[in-house]
């Protein structure tokens, strides 16, 4: 199983940008889905993240900014980024935890490979 985020770019600042994160291979569920996200020199961070029934968590810099959401049929978690500012540039990761797999096997966790968010004039 892997996690495959899409829809990073560069985009001026107060644009506007859909991550979205969808697993390869047979997933039965995910309890917990979430974007974070590491800048050069920082430590990674939590975005946001959503339970299965949907219950949210945000960071205080993306309140108001940023909304994460989830199709559970699908396994994908979105974050819809808007006004965006040159502190969101990072690499932006998703992460699935407590993943059940065909094998009934419970998996802490997953990461994916990430994608970078730059936001410049």
């Known amino acids: 199983v892997q996690l495959v985020e899409s829809g990073g770019g560069l985009v001026q600042p107060g644009g506007s940008l859909n991550l979205s994160c969808a697993p390869t291979g047979s997933i039965l569920s995910i309890d917990n889905m979430g974007w974070y996200r590491q800048a050069p020199g920082k430590q990674r961070e939590l975005v946001a993240e959503?339970?299965?029934?949907?219950?949210?968590n945000y960071a205080d810099p993306v309140k108001g900014r940023f909304t994460i959401s989830r199709d559970n049929t699908k396994h994908t978690v979105y974050l819809q980024m808007n006004n965006l500012q040159s502190d969101d540039t990072a690499v932006y990761y998703c992460?699935?935890?407590?993943?059940?797999?065909?094998?009934?096997?419970?998996?802490?966790?997953?990461w994916g490979q990430g994608t970078q968010v730059t936001v410049s004039s």
């Open positions: 959503i339970t299965r029934g949907s219950a949210t």
């Open positions: 992460r699935a935890g407590d993943v059940v797999i065909a094998t009934l096997q419970i998996v802490p966790y997953y």
